[in-house]
Nanobody, 124 residues
Framework: QVQLVESGGGLVQPGDSLRLSCAVS????????MGWFRQAPGKEREFVAA????????DYADSVKGRFTISRDNAGNSVYLQMNTLKPEDTAVYYC?????????????????WGQGTQVTVSS
């Protein structure tokens, strides 16, 4: 079993930055590929970014590429999402998730474990 706990959300203005954190506990952290997803009100949950153990470039949705950076601290069992130049359309609940499969990293149904989510609101 794997437990995921997100933190770092909040209310910010357009153009601001936020760093989300996801603390991972339970089974071996390095066995999992980690992803961030988000769900805006009235919309489906969507892929944001994913990262894997041991190298290889992360993967980003086009809507966040160049603004968001995903990273992981294997020693600390954490994964992060640095969000810069935030826009109102980034407003959503952000979820951390874990999967054992990189090839299907953009598919929600391929993730085995999910956190409870953290709210990010971008508004002036």
């Amino acid at each position: 079993q794997v437990q995921l706990v997100e933190s770092g959300g909040g209310l910010v203005q357009p153009g601001d930055s936020l760093r989300l954190s996801c603390a991972v506990s339970g089974r071996t952290f390095s066995s999992y590929r980690m992803g961030w997803f988000r769900q805006a009100p009235g919309k489906e949950r969507e892929f944001v970014a994913a990262i894997r153990w041991g190298g290889g470039p992360p993967d980003y949705a086009d809507s966040v590429k160049g603004r968001f950076t995903i990273s992981r601290d294997n020693a600390g069992n954490s994964v992060y999402l640095q969000m810069n130049t935030l826009k109102p359309e980034d407003t959503a609940v952000y979820y951390c998730a874990a999967t054992t499969t990189w090839a299907t990293r953009r598919r929600i149904d391929q993730y085995d474990y999910w956190g409870q989510g953290t709210q990010v609101t971008v508004s002036s």
